[in-house]
């Protein structure tokens, strides 16, 4: 049956062949992190529900790889049943029917026999594979959130971690928040978009700690749910007008065109546990890099496939670098806007 990296070798060299031999391919060029990211389509019909969270982050190709070293720091090819003609040869190993599959490799191998997706990637090569039966019927979560469990193998490579977080602030400095499902991520974040302090992520975003702790944006698109938007006045008619929804959450896409600036990048300041509290005014108090640990660890760890022990000491490294706090919201989110302004801008 091969190995999988004979596997991986031939649907890669397939791919190259198929978009040699098809006239209707396109490419999609990211700035993610400071790196470039290029995605290769087998169909210009594939892309805008592949990249739609990713227009912030667009360059222009031809400038960018010229610019750099020729060649991208990843590339990503993509494609579906539909483009192909049909599905690819079944895996080389025994994966079930049912839950995630994952290779540990190399190469990094991930497979979603619900769904029948597939995503790899050879970190010698620095080239992904990633495969989905059909793109128009691709998961709301997956549009919001495309390619995340390769970015994720992609960035643990060059010390980054993918984190299951939201981000706000600027050039000049930003937060981190934290916290399981329901704590006020989003719409803290969200509450944040328009105003001074300025908007990164509301889900998933990208740390490292090399040169200092940094935060980088991933997706231009935010979930929130009926309640979180009846306290987002200014979101309100926005949201209404999005048609797309995963679960109980509406998602609504931001960045270019939509008049909601969303910042790639910025240098983290503090990383702050949001609360939604019923009644009372927003306010902050210092908590134990512990109890940051403990609602930073868990939800990124359990998302993302592959070693969680590297992962793990990526999380604790960045929570030692940075002080903790725990932000209390009230009913308007709005009033813990200066707050965040003051622990992202501390000097001003």
Same mark, same amino acid.
């Given at each position: 049956?091969?190995?999988?990296?004979?596997?991986?070798?031939?649907?890669?060299? $397939?791919?190259?062949?198929?978009?040699?031999?098809?006239?209707?391919?396109?490419?999609?060029?990211?700035?993610?992190?400071?790196?470039?990211?290029?995605?290769?389509?087998?169909?210009?019909?594939?892309?805008?529900?592949?990249?739609?969270?990713?227009?912030?982050?667009?360059?222009?190709?031809?400038?960018?790889?010229?610019?750099? +070293?020729?060649?991208?720091?990843?590339?990503?090819?993509?494609?579906?049943?539909?483009?192909?003609?049909?599905?690819?040869?079944?895996?080389?190993?025994?994966?079930?029917?049912?839950?995630?599959?994952?290779?540990?490799?190399?190469?990094?191998?991930?497979?979603?026999?619900?769904?029948?997706?597939?995503?790899?990637?050879?970190?010698?090569?620095?080239?992904?594979?990633?495969?989905?039966?059909?793109?128009?019927?691709?998961?709301?979560?997956?549009?919001?959130?495309?390619?995340?469990?390769?970015?994720?193998?992609?960035?643990?490579? $060059?010390?980054?971690?993918?984190?299951?977080?939201?981000?706000?602030?600027?050039?000049?400095?930003?937060?981190?928040?934290?916290?399981?499902?329901?704590?006020?991520?989003?719409?803290?974040?969200? +509450?944040?978009?328009?105003?001074?302090?300025?908007?990164?992520?509301?889900?998933?975003?990208?740390?490292?700690?090399?040169?200092?702790?940094?935060?980088?944006?991933?997706?231009?698109?935010?979930?929130?749910?009926?309640?979180?938007?009846?306290?987002?006045?200014?979101?309100?008619?926005?949201?209404?007008?999005?048609?797309?929804?995963?679960?109980?959450?509406?998602?609504?896409?931001?960045?270019?065109?939509?008049? $909601?600036?969303?910042?790639?990048?910025?240098?983290?300041?503090?990383?702050?546990?949001?609360?939604?509290?019923?009644?009372?005014?927003?306010?902050?108090?210092?908590?134990?890099?512990?109890?940051?640990?403990?609602?930073?660890?868990?939800?990124?760890?359990?998302?993302?496939?592959?070693?969680?022990?590297?992962?793990?000491?990526?999380?604790?490294?960045?929570?030692?670098?940075?002080?903790? $706090?725990?932000?209390?919201?009230?009913?308007?989110?709005?009033?813990?806007?200066?707050?965040?302004?003051?622990?992202?801008?501390? +000097?001003?």
């Amino acid at each position: 049956m091969g190995s999988a990296s004979d596997y991986f070798q031939r649907l890669r060299q $397939w791919f190259v062949q198929a978009r040699a031999a098809n006239g209707d391919s396109s490419d999609f060029v990211a700035r993610i992190a400071g790196r470039l990211v290029r995605i290769e389509f087998l169909s210009s019909r594939d892309a805008p529900m592949v990249v739609r969270a990713l227009r912030h982050l667009e360059v222009e190709s031809s400038v960018s790889l010229a610019n750099s +070293s020729g060649r991208p720091d990843l590339t990503v090819c993509c494609w579906d049943d539909v483009a192909a003609g049909g599905p690819p040869p079944p895996l080389p190993f025994q994966t079930g029917d049912a839950g995630l599959f994952h290779f540990e490799g190399p190469p990094q191998i991930a497979w979603e026999p619900a769904l029948g997706s597939l995503a790899a990637l050879d970190p010698a090569t620095q080239v992904a594979l990633w495969r989905t039966p059909d793109l128009a019927r691709i998961p709301a979560w997956e549009q919001a959130g495309p390619l995340r469990r390769i970015l994720h193998w992609w960035s643990s490579g $060059w010390g980054g971690q993918l984190v299951h977080a939201a981000a706000v602030g600027d050039e000049s400095g930003g937060v981190l928040l934290v916290g399981r499902g329901g704590s006020g991520k989003s719409t803290t974040a969200l +509450s944040c978009l328009g105003t001074r302090v300025g908007y990164l992520a509301d889900d998933y975003c990208l740390v490292e700690t090399a040169d200092g702790p940094r935060v980088h944006s991933l997706y231009a698109s935010a979930k929130a749910n009926r309640g979180s938007i009846a306290r987002l006045s200014r979101l309100q008619e926005a949201f209404s007008q999005s048609p797309l929804w995963e679960e109980s959450k509406q998602i609504l896409f931001l960045g270019p065109g939509t008049g $909601w600036e969303v910042v790639p990048s910025a240098p983290l300041r503090g990383i702050v546990l949001p609360r939604i509290i019923p009644t009372g005014p927003a306010s902050l108090a210092p908590i134990s890099k512990g109890e940051t640990l403990r609602a930073l660890a868990p939800s990124t760890l359990f998302q993302m496939p592959g070693e969680r022990g590297p992962a793990l000491q990526r999380l604790t490294t960045l929570v030692q670098q940075l002080p903790c $706090w725990s932000l209390r919201v009230g009913p308007d989110p709005d009033e813990a806007v200066p707050l965040l302004q003051q622990l992202a801008h501390p +000097s001003t």
